[in-house]
């Protein structure tokens, strides 16, 4: 009897091959949910792709609302700006909607400072003040712009982005994003405050510089 050739270990591997070239749907974003709302437990364990539901009879207007972002940030720590997360962690009711905004207040020339978000792209929308946001793409180019109340700026999904308070005044900005959890990459803290830290001789060399500024940076974050 003659085998059958799509079962045979050769074709496994290579018909597996094929599927993986193929293209896939697109994913942007956080995933579709499957029912109206989903109010997250964070008592139980997120599992793989957000938390579970809260029992939806338990579920009542105070889960989709959140005062989080109203009120003024402390902006006298170092980068003098300060961040104020509407997150599916601080806002269960963001649960599988895929959205979430920060609130971002800048000291006079404050900057938040070099960051990623790998799971969204993001608006800035300026209320307050005079803001410099910009990007830097993969190819490094750096787009840039300064913006005034009302105007918006857009960071493409996972690049290394700022925002800095250009006017005299405090500034305000709104940022949001597809993602209910974003994730958020800050460049100084990431490289400079990791724990446990990455090791000198690797930032000397991608820095090209002495052992010296190494322990300067890494003395600003407290490690
Ligand atoms: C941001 O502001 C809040 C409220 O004023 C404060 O509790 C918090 O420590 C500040 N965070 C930073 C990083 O300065």
């Known amino acids: 009897m003659m085998k059958n050739p799509s079962t045979s270990p050769f074709c496994m591997l290579s018909c597996l091959i094929v599927l993986l070239a193929l293209p896939l749907p697109p994913l942007l974003a956080d995933p579709d949910s499957l029912q109206d709302f989903c109010v997250a437990d964070l008592s139980a364990s997120a599992s793989g792709n957000g938390f579970p539901c809260k029992p939806a009879s338990k579920?009542?207007?105070?889960?989709?609302?959140?005062?989080g972002l109203s009120k003024e940030g402390d902006t006298t720590g170092i980068f003098g700006t300060n961040?104020?997360?509407?997150?599916?962690?601080?806002?269960p009711g963001l649960n599988t909607?895929?959205?979430?905004?920060?609130?971002?207040?800048?000291?006079?020339?404050?900057?938040?400072?070099?960051?990623?978000?790998?799971?969204?792209?993001?608006?800035?929308?300026v209320i307050k003040g005079r803001l410099l946001v910009g990007f830097v793409t993969t190819g490094n180019v750096y787009f840039s712009k300064v913006l005034?109340?009302?105007?918006?700026f857009v960071i493409p999904k996972g690049l290394v982005h700022f925002q800095?308070?250009?006017?005299?005044?405090?500034?305000?900005?709104?940022?949001?994003?597809?993602?209910?959890?974003?994730?958020?990459?800050?460049?100084?803290?990431?490289?400079?405050?990791?724990?446990?830290?990455?090791?000198?001789?690797?930032?000397?060399k991608t820095f090209q510089v002495e052992d010296s500024v190494v322990n300067s940076i890494k003395s600003k974050f407290g490690s």
Do not use: C, Y
């Not at 405090?170 to 958020?184: E, H, I, M, V």
């Open 59 to 67: 579920v009542s207007s105070d889960d989709f609302f959140f005062d």
């Open 83 to 91: 961040l104020t997360s509407a997150n599916v962690l601080s806002f």
């Open 148 to 152: 005034r109340p009302g105007q918006l």
């Open 164 to 204: 800095r308070n250009v006017g005299k005044n405090k500034a305000l900005a709104f940022t949001s994003f597809n993602s209910q959890l974003p994730g958020a990459a800050v460049l100084p803290l990431n490289l400079f405050a990791s724990k446990p830290s990455i090791p000198n001789n690797v930032l000397r």
């Open 97 to 125: 909607l895929g959205v979430s905004m920060n609130r971002v207040d800048f000291a006079p020339g404050g900057v938040n400072p070099l960051h990623s978000h790998p799971r969204a792209s993001e608006t800035v929308l």
